[in-house]
């Protein structure tokens, strides 16, 4: 967190109850150090796919299925569906529980396997895609779903500041330096891209969204 943990755990406040399983899925996912959303971010992921009216979802990096169910729940209201996709199988199989806890089982596909390897074999057109799986990889993922964003499609990117790392001159561990450096390649080929427009949100851990352009 890059801004003060006092200000995250207030706008929480705001978002006024959440439900039960939500809530049990918090406190497991940091019980076990599963990095979720954070509420504010499911929040907002809810929130757009309500007022894009978004029928065919996409996230790439499920794990116990947290933001799918912010997604779900959405889609649930507006007919659309959410494909998902994690190539950890204990977790994949939990999160398929949760979905049916939530009774949306209906409202979501859960793919198991590689995104880099999946992506190639899907030929829908996603009109909301999401991305929250491995940092290294977003330039990878990024290539492989440009043809599957619809026009006015839009992307979502969660971790793009990780940590604040992002942004230069801060400090931290040799060991991210590729990571890092990798998040920053990322940023910069999405915001410069010309097929997309793009702002970057400096809240949970740093949000991208970009809306599709008509070409
Ligand atoms: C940050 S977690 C996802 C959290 C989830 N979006 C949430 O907020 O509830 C990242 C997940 O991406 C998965 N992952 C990493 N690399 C992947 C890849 N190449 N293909 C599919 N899944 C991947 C990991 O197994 C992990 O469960």
């Given at each position: 967190?890059f801004?003060?943990?006092?200000?995250?755990?207030?706008?929480?406040?705001?978002?006024?109850?959440?439900?039960?399983?939500?809530?049990?899925?918090?406190?497991?996912?940091?019980?076990?150090t599963?990095?979720?959303v954070?509420?504010?971010?499911?929040?907002?992921l809810?929130?757009?796919?309500?007022?894009?009216?978004?029928?065919?979802?996409?996230?790439?990096?499920?794990?116990?299925?947290?933001?799918?169910i912010?997604?779900g729940?959405?889609?649930?209201?507006?007919?659309?569906?959410?494909?998902?996709?994690?190539?950890?199988k204990d977790?994949r199989?939990?999160?398929?529980?949760?979905?049916?806890?939530?009774g949306?089982?209906?409202?979501?596909?859960?793919?198991?396997?590689?995104a880099r390897?999946?992506?190639?074999?899907?030929?829908?057109?996603?009109?909301?895609?999401?991305i929250?799986?491995a940092?290294g990889?977003?330039?990878?993922?990024?290539?492989?779903?440009y043809?599957?964003?619809?026009?006015?499609?839009?992307?979502?990117?969660?971790?793009?500041?990780?940590?604040?790392?992002?942004?230069?001159?801060?400090?931290?561990?040799?060991?991210?330096?590729?990571?890092?450096?990798?998040?920053?390649?990322?940023?910069?080929?999405?915001?410069?891209?010309?097929?997309?427009?793009?702002?970057?949100?400096?809240?949970?851990?740093?949000?991208?969204?970009?809306r599709?352009?008509?070409?």
């Open positions: 967190m801004y003060p943990f006092e200000m995250e755990r207030y706008l929480e406040t705001l978002l006024g109850e959440r439900d039960p399983l939500l809530r049990e899925m918090e406190e497991q996912a940091l019980k076990e599963i990095p979720v954070t509420p504010m971010v499911g929040n907002f809810n929130l757009l796919v309500h007022m894009g009216k978004s029928q065919s979802i996409l996230e790439i990096g499920t794990a116990i299925g947290y933001s799918t912010w997604l729940r959405a889609a649930e209201q507006t007919g659309g569906h959410v494909t998902t996709i994690d190539m950890n977790r199989a939990r999160a398929v529980i949760y979905f049916e806890r939530a949306l089982q209906n409202c979501i596909t859960a793919l198991e396997g590689d390897k999946i992506l190639p074999t899907l030929d829908s057109a996603f009109d909301f895609v999401f929250d799986a940092k990889e977003y330039l990878d993922y990024l290539s492989l779903i043809p599957l964003i619809a026009p006015e499609g839009v992307l979502v990117v969660d971790n793009v500041l990780f940590r604040g790392w992002v942004v230069p001159g801060t400090a931290f561990a040799p060991k991210y330096d590729r990571m890092v450096g990798r998040l920053r390649l990322f940023l910069q080929d999405l915001c410069q891209n010309p097929d997309f427009s793009t702002t970057v949100l400096p809240f949970g851990d740093g949000v991208s969204v970009s599709r352009l008509r070409v």
